[in-house]
């Protein structure tokens, strides 16, 4: 993870939905440029510096995946060759591979700490993955 994205995550104010885990997680490797990459100062001018960081470190590793949830981000990834997927598309995947199961009460704590997720898109995410809608989950 850049620098710039888990400083994102996890200082500033209030305490966004992970960021503890975040700052625990003792297999995440924090990666500090050495210096801002042309491609990093290109994508600056239309990403904020997480995003842009990101994508050019995807970029610079020739990552397989790119985990990033900002529309514009994730389209500017996707022009440059980069496969991505947000969070609720890891999930369905970690719940593919038998990692989360059920989804359900992952997605519960996420809208309860804060994380915007409509309706529509649940209903989406739980048939894709298998699990029958039910009710809302907090309403968002």
Do not use: C, Y
Request: hydrophobic share 45%.
């Amino acid at each position: 993870m850049p620098r710039e994205v888990f400083l994102e995550i996890t200082s500033g104010e209030g305490d966004l939905p992970g960021s503890q885990a975040v700052r625990k997680a003792g297999w995440l490797e924090v990666v500090e440029a050495d210096e801002e990459t042309a491609l990093q100062a290109s994508l600056r001018r239309d990403l904020d510096q997480g995003e842009a960081a990101a994508i050019a470190l995807a970029k610079s590793l020739a990552a397989d995946l790119l985990l990033i949830d900002e529309r514009q981000g994730r389209s500017v990834a996707e022009s440059l060759g980069l496969e991505v997927k947000g969070t609720l598309g890891a999930l369905l995947m970690a719940k593919n591979e038998g990692l989360v199961d059920p989804l359900r009460p992952v997605l519960e704590r996420l809208r309860q700490e804060g994380a915007w997720i409509s309706d529509d898109l649940l209903r989406v995410v739980f048939e894709a993955a298998g699990e029958v809608p039910g009710e809302s989950t907090s309403g968002h």
